[in-house]
């Protein structure tokens, strides 16, 4: 049996171009602070929600058309959740497929790795659900994202 992991797909008006640049740049935007873009295989990034974090390295790009990030370290704490989320992340994969669909485009985000049988998955299926499904298609459609806001945490 096949396990089945986090994917979903969003239609945006966006261009090819203007997605991968989410995808590798503008994190920011749309999802949470970083430590720098990403702009050729091998590159690391660091994804911060303090105090939890992941570190990614940049495993394929192909400019337009497709993403592919392996977490390497993770640390990842939330109140209320078993101490093993921590490093459920770690060897898991950020998959997006960008694809134009005539004046539109289509993009696949798959989380490989990220299963039901997780203990992270509700709270992490919430989040993307949140930040790759509403917040980035807003982004791309509208020019404005909902990416997290540390500030916001401590009030």
């Given at each position: 049996?096949?396990?089945?992991?986090?994917s979903r797909e969003i239609t945006v008006s966006s261009s090819p171009a203007t997605v991968?640049?989410?995808?590798?740049?503008?994190?920011?935007?749309?999802?949470?602070?970083?430590?720098?873009?990403?702009?050729?295989?091998?590159?690391?990034?660091?994804?911060?929600?303090?105090?939890?974090?992941?570190?990614?390295?940049?495993?394929?790009?192909?400019?337009?058309?497709?993403?592919?990030?392996?977490?390497?370290?993770?640390?990842?704490?939330?109140?209320?959740?078993?101490?093993?989320?921590?490093d459920e992340w770690k060897d898991t994969k950020l998959k997006w497929e960008i694809r134009?669909?005539?004046?539109?485009?289509?993009?696949?985000?798959?989380?490989?790795?990220?299963?039901?049988?997780?203990?992270?998955?509700?709270?992490?299926?919430?989040?993307?659900?949140?930040?790759?499904?509403?917040?980035?298609?807003?982004?791309?459609?509208?020019?404005?994202?909902?990416?997290?806001?540390?500030?916001?945490?401590?009030?």
């Amino acid at each position: 049996m096949t396990e089945k992991y986090y994917s979903r797909e969003i239609t945006v008006s966006s261009s090819p171009a203007t997605v991968y640049k989410a995808l590798t740049a503008e994190f920011e935007k749309w999802w949470t602070t970083t430590n720098n873009e990403i702009s050729a295989v091998g590159d690391l990034i660091t994804f911060q929600f303090p105090p939890t974090y992941w570190t990614m390295r940049a495993l394929k790009l192909v400019p337009g058309k497709y993403v592919e990030l392996q977490c390497v370290e993770a640390n990842h704490e939330h109140s209320g959740l078993p101490e093993s989320i921590r490093d459920e992340w770690k060897d898991t994969k950020l998959k997006w497929e960008i694809r134009k669909t005539g004046k539109k485009t289509k993009i696949i985000f798959m989380h490989a790795g990220l299963s039901p049988s997780l203990d992270c998955y509700k709270i992490c299926e919430a989040g993307w659900d949140y930040f790759f499904v509403n917040s980035l298609k807003k982004y791309l459609d509208e020019g404005t994202g909902m990416p997290f806001d540390p500030m916001e945490q401590r009030t």
